[in-house]
């Protein structure tokens, strides 16, 4: 949909009409964009990931965004200077891992994705404008 028809479907009050373009559908947890000639952090997905870790189990969460195995780092360098978070949950229990990796809170998910989100909603609708 081009900027006329989106600014005519809101005249009209069919904000139906709109429809949410590919770039900003927040991607599922197990949706991974890949850069492999990056070295920059990445967001591996728009929303978090739902995981049960196990108590006593080591894990090393992906802080880059290149993995291939998100939340989770697969050990390939693909962004040398950011290491992977390790940490060791003290019991069982289901938690939200940071996909986005823009965390405060690493590895857990504090919400930031909400900003990756609205980024997203705001550079497309600017371009929208554009065309
Ligand atoms: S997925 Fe990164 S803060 Fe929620």
Redesign the pocket.
């Known amino acids: 949909m081009n900027a006329g028809c989106f600014i005519a479907a809101l005249r009209r009050g069919c904000l139906q009409t709109f429809r949410r373009p590919q770039l900003i559908l927040p991607a599922s947890s197990s949706t991974v964009q890949h850069r492999p000639q990056s070295t920059e952090v990445i967001a591996a997905a728009r ?2 990931c739902r995981v049960k870790l196990k108590a006593g189990k080591r894990y090393a969460w992906c802080a880059c965004g290149h993995s291939k195995k998100q939340p989770f780092c697969d050990g390939a360098p693909k962004a040398p200077s950011i290491e992977p978070l390790r940490f060791t949950p003290e019991k069982d229990r289901t938690v ?1 891992l ?6 405060k809170n690493g590895p857990y ?5 909400f900003k990756v989100i609205f980024r997203d909603v705001v550079n497309y609708v600017k371009g929208a404008f554009k065309k």
């Open positions: 929303l978090p939200f940071c996909a986005c990796k823009q965390t998910c504090d919400g930031s994705h």
